[in-house]
């Protein structure tokens, strides 16, 4: 396997629950061709089973949360700043960031979604599929702007959504595809 030529990019990933595309980046980072280094996980939820996995790991794992988004964003800031983190990836992370943070991150913070975006951005995404009969769905990894679920597409994978299938069993497809493309994404951003 090729190895990356450059530096790997100090990495922060954001979590808040299950954390399996935490743990699909991890290995993803562990290997030769991989751009990123996870330097730091962050999880505005102390009880995310994604920071068990991060703990495990021995990765650098910080929790906390605030009512305020600007004051749970200065101190994370801080802490950004001082490792260096040139790439935030959010992970399933359920804090919307302000205008402000991503401004300071501008064209460095990506997300994963469980839909082919432009359509259904939000929650409940695989619900609302299988309600209006889709007949494909996916998942996209795109750049973080101001709106949600709305900056640039970096790389998405379309699947067939079955007929009569639950919501349970194509979550699960999704899941398996996101675990794929996440890394593709990021090595699709720096070649
Ligand atoms: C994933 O489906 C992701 O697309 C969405 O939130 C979920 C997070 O899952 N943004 P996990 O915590 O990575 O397992």
């Given at each position: 396997?090729?190895?990356?030529?450059?530096?790997?990019?100090?990495?922060?990933?954001?979590?808040?629950?299950?954390?399996?595309?935490?743990?699909?980046?991890?290995?993803?980072s562990k290997k030769k061709i991989s751009p990123i280094?996870?330097?730091?996980?962050?999880s505005n939820n102390k009880s995310a089973a994604g920071?068990?996995?991060?703990?495990?790991?021995?990765?650098?794992?910080?929790?906390?949360?605030?009512?305020?988004?600007?004051?749970?964003?200065?101190?994370?800031?801080?802490?950004?700043?001082?490792?260096?983190?040139?790439?935030?990836?959010?992970?399933?992370?359920?804090?919307?960031?302000?205008?402000?943070?991503?401004?300071?991150?501008?064209?460095?913070?990506?997300?994963?979604?469980?839909?082919?975006?432009?359509?259904?951005?939000?929650?409940?995404?695989?619900?609302?599929?299988?309600?209006?009969?889709?007949?494909?769905?996916?998942?996209?990894?795109?750049?973080?702007?101001?709106?949600?679920?709305?900056?640039?597409?970096?790389?998405?994978?379309?699947?067939?959504?079955?007929?009569?299938?639950?919501?349970?069993?194509?979550?699960?497809?999704?899941?398996?595809?996101?675990?794929?493309?996440?890394?593709?994404?990021?090595?699709?951003?720096?070649?």
């Open positions: 396997m090729k190895r990356y030529p450059g530096k790997q990019i100090n990495t922060a990933i954001f979590i808040s629950g299950r954390g399996s595309n935490l743990k699909s980046l991890y290995n993803f280094i996870i330097s730091l996980v962050f920071l068990k996995y991060a703990k495990k790991k021995n990765l650098n794992l910080i929790y906390f949360n605030d009512k305020k988004i600007k004051v749970l964003e200065n101190k994370l800031l801080k802490i950004l700043n001082k490792k260096k983190i040139k790439l935030i990836c959010l992970a399933g992370f359920m804090k919307i960031l302000s205008y402000n943070f991503i401004k300071k991150f501008k064209g460095k913070i990506i997300n994963i979604h469980p839909s082919l975006l432009p359509k259904y951005k939000g929650l409940n995404t695989h619900y609302r599929v299988l309600q209006n009969n889709e007949a494909y769905t996916g998942c996209t990894v795109h750049f973080v702007n101001h709106k949600l679920d709305s900056g640039k597409i970096i790389l998405q994978k379309k699947i067939k959504v079955f007929r009569n299938e639950s919501v349970k069993k194509l979550s699960k497809r999704v899941l398996i595809e996101e675990h794929k493309i996440y890394p593709k994404a990021i090595i699709k951003i720096f070649s």
